[in-house]
């Protein structure tokens, strides 16, 4: 569907396509994800579009939130959220479960519905569980609703470390080793599933990345240089997700690639280089946002290496069937093989962010980047594809 064609009431002038963005969000980034909607809201083409902002408060209640992008952001290293930008009462904002019917409506115990007007397309920038993971893109199949990025599968492929690894296996992607402990697992017998690890360890060596299976943002993630830490890194692994994955340590630089989806396919940006950041044993939470560690765009790599790990980044979006958009990221090891560490398909998307630097630095900016997404979800209807 194009601009141009968009279902019309006889008579009355043409309109400009409903975006509702979507944000916030019930997962650890729910911070980020305001951020990157505040981004967004102020990059969107108002001559072009209407927009909806809704928000998603952080225990899943879907808000109706301020249009005021500058109260979207970090201050003094403080997160903003939904709560602090929700403008009504204790309601809901519903999108029906009704393909036939695209009519948003505000309801609150008591009160008559309000309702909030056609939605044409949904712009979901949350990023982890319950917004990045496939269950909110289901609840937009079902509804009818297009949607920016990946549908259910890729989503929940792009969140899942485990089965992305599995993905990226089948097609021949390389990975590095890694060793899952499922839920069932660790509450069945935690000293079996602590000598799975060691004798992991015993092939692999440390230091182990432990890590949530689903999860983001390196939250969760602890480095472990031995046994001694091993308990408490997988505990806190658990906490935020009871699935959990080991991985040996990958020596080499880190890569990251945009693939962007253009109307004739996914094409794939200059790559970056993240330089190791010195205050930070690794990419954690802090490098990435708070202190804003620059990312070198683009990547000092050899015409052949660029090449490889552009064609590398856009078979990674073919495997998990994606859509829109994917970071992808990688390791050049010191074999001078790229190992894939992990696919993102909402990346984070605030101006210091590197999916649109990697962009940019293609000759895309970032109001040019909002407007493509959503053109490429206006292209497809939802169903099967
Ligand atoms: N196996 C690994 N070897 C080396 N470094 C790793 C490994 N796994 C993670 N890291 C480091 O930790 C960061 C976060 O890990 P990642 O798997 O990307 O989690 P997230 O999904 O939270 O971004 C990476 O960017 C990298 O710096
Ligand atoms: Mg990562």
């Known amino acids: 569907m194009s601009t141009e064609n968009l279902p019309q009431s006889p008579g009355q002038p043409p309109r400009k396509p409903r975006v509702a963005v979507v944000f916030g969000g019930r997962s650890s980034e729910h911070g980020i994800s305001v951020v990157t909607a505040g981004a967004v809201l102020r990059a969107i083409d108002r001559t072009k579009y209407d927009v909806l902002p809704i928000g998603i408060t952080q225990d899943g209640r879907w808000a109706l939130t301020a249009d005021e992008p500058d109260r979207m952001a970090i201050v003094d290293r403080r997160q903003p959220t939904v709560e602090q930008l929700t403008e009504e009462g204790e309601g809901g904002v519903i ?19 309000k309702a909030l007007g056609e939605v044409d397309v949904v712009l979901p920038v949350l990023h982890g569980p319950y917004g990045e993971d496939g269950t909110l893109q289901g609840l937009l199949e079902l509804s009818g609703v297009p949607y920016v990025g990946s549908g259910v599968l890729a989503s929940a492929v ?16 390389k990975v590095g080793p890694y060793v899952v402990i499922r839920p069932r697992e660790w509450e069945r017998d935690q000293s079996a599933a602590r000598k799975k690890i060691v004798d992991f360890a015993g092939d692999h060596g440390w230091p182990l990345f432990v890590k949530p299976a689903r999860a983001g943002s390196s939250i969760g993630i602890t480095k472990v240089d031995s ?8 505990e806190e692994a658990r906490r935020h997700d009871p699935k959990v994955i080991v991985e040996a ?8 690639c945009g693939v962007l989806e253009f109307e004739d396919g996914p094409r794939a940006s200059v790559p970056a280089e993240i330089p190791p950041p010195d205050a930070h044993a690794y990419y954690d939470f802090e490098a990435k946002y708070i202190d804003s560690t620059p990312g070198v765009v683009p990547a000092p790599l050899t015409p052949e290496e660029t090449a490889e790990v552009q064609r590398l980044a856009v078979e990674a979006f073919e495997a998990a069937s994606c859509e829109g958009l994917v970071r992808a990221d990688f390791f050049l090891a010191e074999d001078g093989d790229f190992v894939i560490n992990e ?32 053109q490429a979800a206006l292209r497809r209807s939802t169903g099967l594809r």
Do not use: C
């Not at 999108?95 to 519905?113: H, I, K, W």
């Not at 046994?227 to 997988?234: E, K, N, Q, R, Y």
């Not at 340590?249 to 990251?256: L, N, P, S």
């Open 95 to 113: 999108l029906p479960v009704d393909p036939a019917n695209r009519e948003v409506v505000y309801s609150e115990p008591g009160a008559v519905p």
């Open 249 to 256: 340590a990958v020596r080499g630089r880190e890569i990251e």
């Open 343 to 374: 696919i993102n398909t909402m990346p984070g998307f605030t101006p210091i962010s590197m999916y649109p630097k990697m962009w940019q630095a293609s000759g895309i900016g970032y109001p040019e980047l909002v407007d493509r997404l959503i």
């Open 227 to 234: 046994l001694a830490g091993l308990d408490d890194a997988i």
């Open 158 to 173: 792009g969140q899942d470390k485990e089965y992305m690894k599995r993905v990226f296996t089948s097609f021949g992607l």
